[in-house]
C-alpha cells in the first residue's frame, strides 16, 4: 500500500473549515484513499472515502487532485468535538488481507474556541 | 455508520492469567475482521486478520499462541490473550469490513483497555 504524508498537528478555530492534507504521490490506480480520525480513548471512526472523484457526506468532503497525489479532508464547520488525531490511509480494495488499514502517525487537529 | 461493539471495555487481570475479548459487527455480517493493538501516544498497529470460519493470519512478530483468535460467527470474532503480562497492557481494538456493493468501509470497535498487573 502506498504511504502517506501528514502534517503532525493542525489548530482551527470553532465554527472555522477545518482543511486536512495528505500526501500520497505513490498511490496506484486502484488505491482508494480513506479517513479516519480517533478521539482520545476510543476506536477509529471511518469517515470517508473516495477513488479519483470528489466525495461529501454528512461528516465531511474529500478532494483528491486529479493526478491522485494529494487529497484534502475538509471538515466545513468545526466544533471541539472534532478534536481528534485524523488519518490518512490508501489500500487497494479487495478480499482477504487485502482489506487491512496501515496507520501511521497521522494529524493530530485541536479545534480551539 | 455500521456498529462495532467490543467486550468488556476495560479488564484488569493479575500476571499469568488468560483474558477474552469479544468483537460484534451488531448490523451487519463480516467475513473479514481485524485485531489491532495500540500503546500510549503511539499509532494502531495491526494484530490478526480474523476470518470466519478458517485460521487468522498474524502480522510478523505477533505470537499466535499467546494471542488466540476464533471467528465463530459472521458476527464475532474473540481474542483470548494467554498467559498474560505486565508487557501485554495495551488498548486491543477490533474492526469488521463491511460490504456494500463494490464499497467496503472498515468499521471499528470502541476499544478494550487491557491492564495486567
Known amino acids: 500500500d502506498a504511504k502517506t504524508t501528514q502534517p503532525p498537528s493542525m489548530d482551527c478555530a470553532e465554527g472555522r473549515a477545518a482543511n486536512l492534507p495528505c500526501n500520497h504521490s505513490t498511490i496506484s490506480g486502484n488505491e482508494y484513499v480513506y479517513w479516519y480520525r480517533q478521539i482520545h480513548s476510543q476506536g477509529p471512526q471511518y469517515i470517508i472515502h473516495?477513488?479519483?472523484n470528489n466525495e461529501t457526506n454528512e461528516m465531511a468532503s474529500l478532494i483528491i487532485t486529479e493526478d491522485r497525489k494529494s487529497s484534502t479532508l475538509i471538515l466545513p464547520h468545526a466544533t471541539l468535538r472534532d478534536t481528534a488525531v485524523y488519518y490518512c490511509i490508501v489500500r487497494v480494495a479487495g478480499g482477504g488481507s487485502n482489506y487491512k488499514l496501515t496507520f501511521g502517525k497521522g494529524t493530530l487537529l485541536t479545534v480551539n474556541p | 455508520g455500521a456498529v462495532v461493539s467490543q467486550h468488556p471495555s476495560r479488564v484488569i487481570c493479575k500476571s499469568g492469567t488468560s483474558v477474552k475479548i469479544e468483537c460484534r459487527s451488531l448490523d451487519f455480517q463480516a467475513t473479514t475482521m481485524f485485531w489491532y493493538r495500540q500503546f500510549p501516544k503511539k499509532s494502531l498497529m495491526l494484530m490478526a486478520t480474523?476470518?470466519?470460519?478458517?485460521?487468522?493470519?498474524?502480522e510478523q512478530g505477533v505470537e499466535k499462541d499467546k494471542f488466540l483468535i476464533n471467528h465463530a460467527s459472521l458476527t464475532l470474532s474473540t481474542l483470548t490473550v494467554t498467559s498474560a503480562h505486565p508487557e501485554d497492557s495495551s488498548f486491543y481494538i477490533c474492526?469488521?469490513?463491511?460490504?456494500?456493493?463494490?464499497?467496503?468501509?472498515?468499521?471499528f470497535g470502541p476499544g478494550t483497555r487491557l491492564l495486567v498487573l
Open positions: 474492526s469488521a469490513t463491511r460490504l456494500a456493493g463494490e464499497r467496503e468501509t472498515q468499521y
Open positions: 473516495g477513488l479519483k
Open positions: 480474523s476470518n470466519e470460519g478458517s485460521k487468522a493470519t498474524y
